[in-house]
């Protein structure tokens, strides 16, 4: 069964940057796209960034245009999400996942968190002013 363990995260300044790493039990993130979710407390999760199976391909959130940068290392199993430039606002739990049911080409990313059916545990990303 595919399994999604994360790492990284934590509490950083305002302008500062964080690492999330999302390892793969098998070679999950070498077949699925992938993505990164957030939620944050008394919100709905949202869609952070996306990565489709060949990698291609990504999808990002508005909010997070030009700050954040998702990557997979097929050789490692594993996908990050590079965050700069943090901001108070971006404080939540994060959450990888990984599409494993969504058929389409090399380059599909969705981007709804009903086309991910494999998800990570979850990490705190704290943000202070």
């Known amino acids: 069964q595919d399994k999604l363990v994360q790492s990284g995260g934590g509490l950083v300044q305002a302008g500062g940057s964080l690492r999330l790493s999302c390892a793969a039990s098998?070679?999950?993130?070498?077949?699925?796209?992938m993505a990164w979710f957030r939620q944050a407390p008394g919100k709905e999760r949202e869609f952070v960034q996306g990565?489709?199976?060949?990698?291609?391909?990504?999808r990002y959130a508005n909010s997070v245009k030009g700050r954040f940068t998702i990557s997979r290392d097929g050789a490692k199993n594993t996908v990050y999400l590079q965050m700069n430039s943090l901001k108070p606002e971006d404080t939540a739990v994060y959450y990888c996942?990984?599409?494993?049911?969504?058929?389409?080409?090399?380059?599909?990313?969705?981007?709804?968190?009903?086309?991910?059916?494999?998800w990570g545990q979850g990490t705190q990303v704290t943000v202070s002013s």
């Open positions: 990565i489709s199976r060949s990698g291609g391909n990504t």
């Open positions: 996942a990984a599409a494993t049911r969504v058929a389409g080409s090399d380059w599909t990313t969705p981007y709804t968190e009903y086309d991910y059916d494999v």
């Open positions: 098998r070679r999950t993130d070498s077949t699925y796209a």
